[in-house]
């Protein structure tokens, strides 16, 4: 039903377990046209150095006719909004996703975190955020949903959060898929898969999308095109290997 998925990470983020080439074998498999890989930027304790990010070049953007997209999930590290995603780095790449993860920045509390979030969504750096339904991370998710259709932020419906990872999730999960669609913004379906057999994974978020009926025409991965559209509104360059997609 979606063939893109924003959030996937390789064995260059060391608890992950797939290659590149192991994506683009599933992708052509499960008929996925267009994904990203999005590894943890390197304030992370077992991120890949920046080099990986500044380096992404040499990887083809089409192989069997799935593209990819050269990503980062960064992050948040202040109240500020900063994240790692340096500009050494950001210049090579296509997607920056930012969030929260605990070894960069524990949680500031509701008040801190929605500060945080905010400010990341403000800055103009990013163009989506990874698992705000963490309940590791509480935040305001009405003001959080009111300042990424603002600013043409996509929040992510994670499904790897109901499935091995942020226990306790789906709530929070629901609440932001009818706080985006209240505000008219954007959610990204994200499989955060850390085999390649996950990627394309969105069982349990499309549940939660059709359970708050969530209209389509705001979900990103419904194709390739709306994807890159998108990128482009936040001035990242057109990829002329995509013309076809």
Not at 47 to 74: C, K, S, T
């Amino acid at each position: 039903m979606y063939p893109v998925d924003l959030h996937a990470h390789t064995v260059a983020s060391t608890h992950a377990y797939s290659t590149v080439s192991d994506y683009f074998a599933i992708a052509k498999e499960k008929g996925i046209k267009l994904f990203a890989i999005t590894d943890h930027g390197p304030d992370m304790v077992d991120a890949p150095h920046r080099w990986h990010f500044q380096n992404m070049a040499v990887i083809p953007r089409m192989v069997d006719g799935v593209g990819l997209l050269y990503g980062i999930e960064a992050n948040i590290k202040n109240l500020q909004g900063e994240t790692d995603c340096y500009p050494d780095i950001d210049r090579r790449l296509d997607l920056v996703i930012a969030g929260f993860h605990e070894p960069v920045m524990p949680s500031q509390g509701l008040e801190g975190n929605t500060q945080a979030m905010i400010a990341t969504i403000a800055s103009g750096k990013v163009q989506m955020i990874s698992h705000p339904g963490n309940p590791k991370f509480p935040i305001d998710i009405a003001a959080v949903a009111a300042a990424a259709a603002k600013h043409n932020v996509a929040l992510e419906i994670n499904n790897s959060s109901f499935l091995h990872s942020r226990t306790g999730s789906a709530k929070n999960c629901i609440e932001v898929a009818k706080a985006v669609r209240d505000a008219g913004g954007w959610v990204a379906l994200g499989s955060d898969s850390h085999v390649a057999y996950a990627l394309g994974g969105f069982e349990k978020s499309v549940e939660v999308l059709e359970l708050v009926g969530f209209p389509q025409e705001r979900v990103l991965n419904v194709t390739p095109r709306r994807v890159l559209d998108f990128l482009e509104s936040h001035g990242r360059p057109p990829i002329a290997e995509f013309a076809s997609l």
